[in-house]
């Protein structure tokens, strides 16, 4: 199993401010994850981290509002961009390890005023 | 379009019923389900589920996969209040590499 921290555990932020959200790993993976959960919603992926690459992102995800770091195998980086209210999500990284199930962090609730 | 769908999206019981959350899916290339509660934020892992048949269990909570009609079952048995949660199906289709496809969850509110 993987352990993952993440942090904040929750902020409150302007409109039109950044935040950057941490995930560090207790051990090294190959490929970290970004998923947003809206209000009432499911979780969403919004990209795939890899390590020496740039990071991929889903349809609907850009780079510019959603940049992505990942400088190793233990950490990675998500910044969301010019925030707007509609960005009020839970935002949630998480691992796997070969072909097992996602370990998740304990998630970033954002809400935007 | 893939897809998961789960049923229902919202259940209420009381303490000590039995309750049978579904998840049915459509994907390419089906490699696995995985089934998660989550509570507050953070989804913690149930089970994973990679064969037809094969039923999964740990304590009160079990979980089977039927591959040819395409959908899986969570049962909880003597249902407590603390198994008050959202629980999500997730399925891995060679299509999205290493991540999932989540479906809606099924919010369950156990009454004391």
């Known amino acids: 199993s993987a352990v993952i921290s993440q942090k904040p555990s929750r902020d409150i932020c302007q409109r039109g401010t950044s935040l950057t959200i941490q995930c560090q790993v207790d051990?090294?993976?190959?490929?970290m994850f970004w998923y947003r959960q809206q209000p009432g919603q499911s979780l969403t992926l919004i990209a795939t981290a890899n390590q020496g690459s740039e990071a991929t992102y889903e349809s609907g995800f850009v780079i510019d509002k959603f940049p992505i770091s990942r400088p190793n195998l233990t950490f990675s980086t998500l910044t969301v961009s010019n925030m707007s209210p509609e960005d009020s999500s839970i935002y949630l990284c998480?691992?796997?390890?070969?072909?097992?199930?996602?370990?998740f962090g304990q998630g970033t609730r954002l809400t935007v005023v | 379009e893939d897809k998961v769908v789960q049923s229902p999206l919202s259940l209420v019981v009381h303490e000590g019923d039995t309750v049978t959350l579904n998840c049915s899916y459509e994907v390419t290339n089906f490699r696995s389900l995985l089934w998660y509660k989550q509570e507050k934020k953070a989804p913690t892992f149930l089970f994973m589920l990679?064969?037809?048949?094969i039923e999964k269990k740990s304590g009160r909570l079990s979980s089977i996969l039927d591959k040819k009609e395409l959908f899986s079952i969570l049962n909880i048995t003597a249902t407590q209040t603390g198994d008050s949660a959202i629980y999500l199906c997730?399925?891995?289709?060679?299509?999205?590499?290493?991540?999932?496809?989540f479906g809606p969850g099924t919010r369950l509110s156990v009454l004391p």
């Open positions: 998480s691992v796997r390890q070969g072909a097992t199930e996602a370990f």
């Open positions: 990679t064969s037809s048949g």
């Open positions: 051990s090294q993976v190959t490929m």
């Open positions: 997730a399925v891995e289709a060679h299509a999205y590499g290493q991540n999932f496809v």
